[in-house]
């Protein structure tokens, strides 16, 4: 297995986690459902409320936005390597922006909620590949949830999931790869990457 090109999430995989998804729900009043797919299935008002609720969380969410542990080692051996960089994640253009304005990172193409289907959907990997050149089996998605190892699989491509401390969950079974902090990729990129 080749890799030719890495595509993170943002929340809690390049960056430490800082969006509080159960007190988002609990001020959107929706229960225990995914935020992301219940606003995007709504409709005028409705969805207009939510998406006010989810963009105010992540601007106020860029203050506390912090490079998870290692990510600046791995950002720079990928950049040794000449391996193109992507961000593939649910959070908003805006968000993002800021975010990496802040944190002084920069991707080869970083896909939002706003760019069309998103995760767990394989279409948006299939979009940087072609931006890319590079086939889904040759990319690595990591990330440090379900919907980035779904995304990898639907896709066709390879993925890493992120522990971050916590434990193994079931889903993770799916993943190409687990590890507990980002700079254990670097041996495994770095072995597949010639």
């Known amino acids: 297995m080749k890799i030719r090109g890495v595509i993170f999430d943002m929340d809690g995989t390049i960056t430490a986690p800082y969006l509080d998804f159960v007190r988002i729900k609990e001020v959107a009043g929706i229960g225990n459902v995914d935020f992301l797919d219940t606003m995007m299935r709504a409709t005028g008002a409705e969805y207009a409320r939510l998406n006010k609720i989810l963009t105010q969380f992540e601007a106020d969410g860029v203050a506390n936005a912090k490079l998870n542990r290692g990510a600046r080692t791995l950002l720079r051996f990928l950049a040794r390597q000449r391996l193109p960089v992507g961000l593939l994640t649910r959070n908003s253009r805006a968000s ?99």
């Open 96 to 194: 993002v922006d800021a975010v990496c304005r802040k944190l002084r990172i920069r991707f080869d193409v970083a896909m939002t909620r706003e760019d069309g289907p998103h995760k767990p959907a394989p279409e948006p990997i299939w979009e940087i590949g072609k931006r890319w050149g590079v086939p889904a089996r040759e990319l690595l998605m990591v990330g440090d949830y379900k919907w980035d190892v779904l995304c990898a699989v639907n896709a066709g491509a390879r993925s890493a999931v992120l522990l971050n401390g916590g434990p193994r969950p079931d889903w993770a079974e799916q993943a190409d790869f687990v590890v507990h902090r980002l700079t254990e990729l670097v041996p495994i990129i770095a072995e597949r990457c010639r």
